[in-house]
């Protein structure tokens, strides 16, 4: 009788792998393939994290925005940026396939020009649980800002997505502050 494919696959490729390929890697098995970390054992705790991106305009572009309240001809690009960047956040485990589904208690999203050309936005998510939240504030942070990328390519393809990261996470093994972590 053959064996199941996914095993003979398993085993294939595993055999192509050097015998520590997960060391230090939570996704990765001893074999090296990947997986979703086991969070049963770990403690519920209070978790939350901050990430930004920055949305670049050209300056005319800005100017424009700025003159019309933050209206493009789609609608009101902000208000929309905080309710897609919401729904993202929400959904990750549907985008990151080791991402845990997770009923989020807070996400908080705010947009501000930081100085002529710069969007800031930052995404907070928190939640009571055994995993953290980081991928779901990149995840809101990120589509927020392809949604304010959307909503405005009709005055300029010129505008850039810059700066997408992780800016703190409290809760868990260990804190991160200004992207260096604290024990």
Not at 152 to 177: M, N
């Amino acid at each position: 009788m053959a064996e199941p494919t996914r095993q003979r696959n398993a085993r294939t490729t595993t055999q192509a792998r050097p015998a520590r390929a997960g060391a230090g890697l939570t996704h990765v098995d001893a074999a090296g393939l990947p997986r979703m970390v086991d969070v049963g054992a770990k403690a519920v705790t209070a978790r939350a994290a901050t990430a930004q991106a920055i949305v670049r305009f050209p300056p005319d572009v800005a100017s424009a925005l700025r003159a019309g309240g933050m209206r493009a001809k789609k609608g009101p690009v902000v208000d929309t940026a905080i309710i897609a960047g919401t729904l993202a956040a929400k959904r990750t485990h549907e985008l990151i396939p080791f991402c845990h589904p997770l009923a989020i208690e807070r996400c908080d999203l705010h947009c501000e020009f930081i100085d002529d050309t710069d969007l800031l936005i930052r995404c907070t998510v928190a939640i009571s649980h055994k995993t953290g939240v980081e991928m779901e504030a990149l995840t809101g942070a990120t589509v927020a800002a392809l949604t304010v990328y959307d909503m405005c390519k009709a005055l300029s393809h010129e505008i850039v997505i810059a700066d997408v990261r992780l800016l703190a996470k409290t809760g868990g093994k260990r804190d991160v502050r200004e992207g260096r972590a604290r024990r």
